[in-house]
């Protein structure tokens, strides 16, 4: 006997989630169901029961790990390290009431839009362009213009490629669009925008549906869709539109042999009703499928067990949380804003008081300037006036003595007088012009002291602005609301957020059907699929999925029956 135990055998194992990708080394004797925790536990997933792990088996087909055997005695392919791939496997009936915790809804959010993108789930142009805008929201959060900047959408998977090769658009008139309808999302968070998109996504017509190729008793090619609801039968080469639906609280079980699958109803009155799967591999898969639908449907219709209580709790405990966090984020925003606007108003009006003060400056330069020029001029018409007075008076004094002189002869005195005649013109003409010297003098005094009162009146305006004190925050008063109780907030917040979202609902078809007016004139009509022409006809015939759903519940469980059998 060996005195050392040999090492335990272990298998490496790598898992891809939706977003990360896993790597384990786990006993060869681990069932599906420790692994399948394992992976779970790393991500801080407890909403299990909506996911599975898949994987390849060696013929090359997709296939559900079983919780309850062990890994290795499954039909896994032999690679080193065995590969597995996290997925949903099961979905809600309403995303927004059932998932619980924000990383199950962010592993849905991202299994959706790559099985919109794949076109996996039929997706119109215009609704491929709501839930790209929704994708970005959750990735880049609120537009800013300053940031993203033509083409920053140029590397994003954003649109089905059957969606993008059916119109004669560029890719810049797509990235145009959709930051338009992405800009309108204003203040969504990941976690809102992403349930945004599944909102909107839960109500495309092969959401969630797994689809399967069967014949009735008379050979007709139909195919089986299984889902949260039930099972539905849809004609070969229509998945939009069951002909005939069974909801899970009919059914009372679910049997195959072979090919052949038995459906007993709950009504005693009515008979069970079979169909063929020519895909035998599939049957399992199709047993499971409807066994775990039918599980998750009868235990949404009773009390929630305590874990689920608890996570709910906890969850809305942690909703009010980040709800309060955002609204402080909100005040803060505001407050920021308010401060940064009080700032920009401040310097404005601080640039509009230098411009002022230097105007003024300028104003008592130019006052100061004229003064100066006025008092040369009051000196200069000063002096020219004291010469004028002066030679008035020399003027005077000769004609006095002219008027003493005794002229002798006539001829002299005839001369004299007309001397005396000039010199009294001469003397006139001067006093006249000394006069105006001396108003032009007076006229330059009083403007002079005009310009004194305004080289006074500016410097006072000057000395104004410079003691002037600036307007301030008052900062106190913007934070008097800090101390609001919180949860009244947040009930009013969400009151707001609920009418909001009714208000947009309404209006968001709207909105749609004025994008799909658009670019419906750049549509190549040849490039359409069959899909695009059987949603067209069905959108023109005003049908929808719930209201479909409804028609096809109508009847007894017998007249269901009996209009399979019959197609």
């Known amino acids: 006997m060996s005195l050392f135990r040999s090492k335990p055998k272990t298998l490496k194992v790598r898992v ?23 992976v779970c536990r790393t991500q801080g997933l407890r909403e299990t029961w909506y996911f599975g792990l898949q994987y390849v088996d060696k013929k090359g087909y997709q296939a559900w ?14 690679e080193n390290p065995l590969q597995f791939s996290f997925l949903a496997k099961f979905y809600p009936e309403e995303v927004s009431e059932e998932l619980i915790q924000e990383i199950t809804q962010h592993l849905f959010f991202l299994q959706v839009k790559q099985k ?23 990735k880049y959060g609120d537009y800013d213009p300053m940031y993203h900047r033509v083409g920053f959408l140029a590397e994003e998977e954003l649109l089905p490629q059957d969606v993008i090769e059916q119109y004669d658009m560029t890719q810049q008139m797509w990235e145009d ?35 399967f190729e069967i014949t009735n008793d008379k050979k007709t090619p139909l195919q089986l869709g299984v889902d949260a609801f039930g099972l539905h039968v849809y004609e070969a080469e229509n998945r939009f539109r069951p002909q ?20 007993k109803p709950i009504d005693k009155k009515s008979s069970d009703f079979s169909f063929i799967s020519p895909k035998s591999r599939r049957n399992k898969l199709i047993l499971d499928l409807c066994v775990g639908n039918h599980e998750l449907f009868m235990l949404r219709r009773k009390t929630d067990s305590m874990e689920v209580q608890q996570m709910k709790t906890q969850a809305k405990e942690e909703k009010a949380k980040r709800q309060i966090e955002r609204n402080k984020l909100a005040r803060e925003r505001q407050l ?103 108003i032009e003098a007076e006229d330059l005094k009083q403007q002079l002291i005009q310009a004194r ?35 009244e907030k947040l009930s009013k917040e969400i009151e707001k ?47 929808n999925k719930y209201a479909t759903l409804q028609k096809t519940k109508a009847g007894t469980t017998q007249d269901r029956v009996t209009f399979f059998e019959e197609l």
């Open 453 to 487: 009162q305004s080289e006074m009146i500016a410097k006072e305006k000057l000395i104004e602005i410079s003691i002037q004190g600036l307007p301030t925050i008052d900062t106190n008063q913007l934070l008097t609301n800090k101390n609001d109780t919180e949860v």
């Open 177 to 211: 669009k959709i930051t338009s309808w992405y800009a309108q999302n204003e203040g969504m968070t990941r976690d809102e925008a992403e349930m945004e998109y599944l909102k909107f996504a839960q109500d495309l017509d092969m959401y969630g549906v797994n689809y």
């Open 65 to 78: 790990l079983k919780m309850d055997k062990k890994v290795t005695e499954q039909n896994v392919s032999k």
């Open 16 to 38: 891809m989630t939706m977003d990360a990708e896993l790597e384990f080394c786990i006993d060869c004797t681990a069932t599906g169901r420790q692994l399948f925790d394992l």
């Open 244 to 263: 005939i639906s069974f909801p899970w609280s009919e059914i009372g079980d679910i049997s195959y042999r072979d090919k052949k699958f038995t459906i």
């Open 116 to 138: 919109v993108l794949r076109a996996e789930i039929y997706c119109s142009p215009e609704a491929a362009v709501l839930l790209a805008a929704y994708a970005i929201q959750a």
């Open 497 to 543: 957020e609920r009418i909001e979202y009714q208000e947009k609902s309404k209006n968001l078809q709207l909105q749609l059907n004025g994008l799909k007016s658009e670019i419906e004139e750049l549509k190549v009509e040849e490039k359409q699929t069959n899909w695009d022409i059987i949603h067209n006809q069905l959108l023109q015939q005003g049908e």
């Open 336 to 438: 920021r804003e308010l401060a940064e606007k009080e700032k920009e108003d401040l310097q404005q009006q601080l640039q509009a008081f230098q411009e002022e003060a230097l105007n003024a400056k300028d104003a008592l330069m130019r006052s100061e300037e004229a003064a100066d020029l006025l008092s040369e001029k009051a000196r200069v018409a000063e002096e020219e006036a004291r010469l004028l007075s002066q030679k008035a008076s020399q003027a005077q004094q000769e004609i006095q003595r002219i008027n003493m002189q005794v002229i002798q002869s006539e001829e002299e005195k005839r001369l004299m007088e007309q001397k005396l005649q000039e010199a009294s013109e001469i003397a006139r003409r001067i006093v006249e012009e000394s006069e105006m010297r001396m």
